[in-house]
């Protein structure tokens, strides 16, 4: 973490900005402005706050990084780097860890990205970092999954990681021998990602970014002051929900195909011999950490469907919908139709509404031309990823 701390008589007075401030003292070290941080009275100072009538304390941070394949970085100095060499052939990235890195207690570091699309960006060890899919890693990106680096281990966690994108993570690290990890995408906290992953005792994990191609570029800042994920009582659409009844251009779509399918398949709807033909057609509904009224789809049939819901407004009882695109796994399914029809339905989904509570609560989802009926069911919602191992 800070490599030393030191005191300076500067001219920047009481009540200018602290980047004025941060200029100055920048000319003064001859370092770039983002290699130390400023700080007084135990609080972190940002360039928007005022200089302080009292000492500040200016704290050096070695945010030096470092490439798999070491010809394929060039270090900007200040936590900045870009990617450089030859265009790989077909898919695959180019790994880079910074050597600053964080052992104990709750950590904070955001990766903002400058040029390039669907960076994965996360944590690893000294031991976990390799080159390409070799990496061990608790990684957020692409097009907002969750990887180990080698894998995909949760689709559809947040939005497509693109340039203008900055990524926080809150590291937990009060437990020696695991991390924690929530991310956020800017002010929005898209919640607890990573919970009780294993680790070697005391080992320090380090910032790192899977990059696409040449000419990518990204910025690593450090806080003091870790973000606290907000806590509210949950929306009670947050919740596993048991599809029950199914309409559509006004005619009921049978569900016995879907609850019924047999074969040793990898999804809820595709049940083996013996199974009681019930609880497999389950939605769930996950509340977003950052905004009360985005919720994460989540539709585990053979195939895996995925969607963002937004509440954009309310009347009576009933709440008004924005659905975002439906995205989902393709592999071949023997309802292969009835997941095509509800993939379609549900995008055209306008509005729900709630009624009862408890075991007795109900969703109905509408639009113009479909109806979706759900009772609620005892399943619990997805938890964060926890089967990650970090060498």
Not at 162 to 171: E, N, R
Not at 346 to 372: C, I
């Amino acid at each position: 973490m800070p490599q030393a701390s030191l005191t300076l008589n500067t001219k920047t007075p009481a009540g200018e900005s602290c980047a004025k401030l941060r200029s100055e003292i920048a000319a003064l070290m001859e370092r770039h402005e983002s290699s130390f941080e400023l700080s007084a009275g135990g609080k972190t100072l940002e360039d928007t706050d005022k200089v302080p009538d009292s000492p500040v304390t200016i704290t050096l941070v070695n945010l030096s990084w470092e490439g798999a394949t070491p010809a394929r970085v060039k270090d900007l100095g200040g936590g900045e780097f870009t990617v450089v060499g030859e265009a790989m052939k077909g898919s695959g990235h180019f790994n880079f860890m910074c050597n600053t890195g964080f052992t104990d207690g709750v950590g904070y570091f955001e990766v903002e990205v400058l040029e390039g699309d669907g960076p994965f960006i996360g944590v690893t060890t000294k031991a976990g970092f390799k080159e390409g899919y070799k990496i061990r890693a608790l990684e957020f990106g692409g097009p907002g999954n969750l990887s180990d680096g080698s894998g995909l281990k949760r689709g559809g966690f947040g939005e497509p990681v693109k340039k203008g994108s900055v990524i926080g993570f809150t590291l937990d690290l009060t437990d020696g021998s695991s991390v924690g990890m929530t991310v956020w995408d800017g002010d929005k906290c898209l919640g607890e990602a990573y919970k009780g992953c294993k680790r070697e005792k005391g080992a320090t994990v380090y910032p790192v970014v899977c990059a696409r191609k040449p000419g990518d570029r990204f910025k690593l800042s450090l806080k003091r002051q870790p973000r606290v994920q907000e806590k509210r009582t949950p929306h009670p659409a947050h919740n596993s929900w048991e599809l029950t009844r199914f309409v559509q251009d006004g005619a009921t779509v049978s569900l016995d195909e879907a609850q019924t399918a047999k074969g040793a398949g990898r999804g809820r709807a595709y049940i083996g011999p013996g199974e009681p033909p019930k609880g497999h057609l389950v939605m769930q509904l996950e509340q977003s950490a950052g905004d009360a009224n985005e919720f994460k789809l989540h539709f585990k049939l053979f195939n895996i469907l995925n969607t963002k819901v937004t509440i954009t407004g309310s009347s009576g009882s009933t709440e008004n919908l924005d659905v975002g695109l439906i995205l989902g796994t393709r592999v071949l399914s023997p309802i292969q139709d009835f997941e095509n029809k509800l993939s379609t339905a549900l995008s055209s989904v306008d509005s729900w509404t709630l009624t009862g509570s408890g075991e007795n609560a109900k969703l109905t989802m509408r639009s113009a031309d479909v109806e979706l009926a759900f009772d609620w069911v005892d399943k619990a919602m997805q938890e964060p990823v926890s089967d990650v191992a970090l060498p």
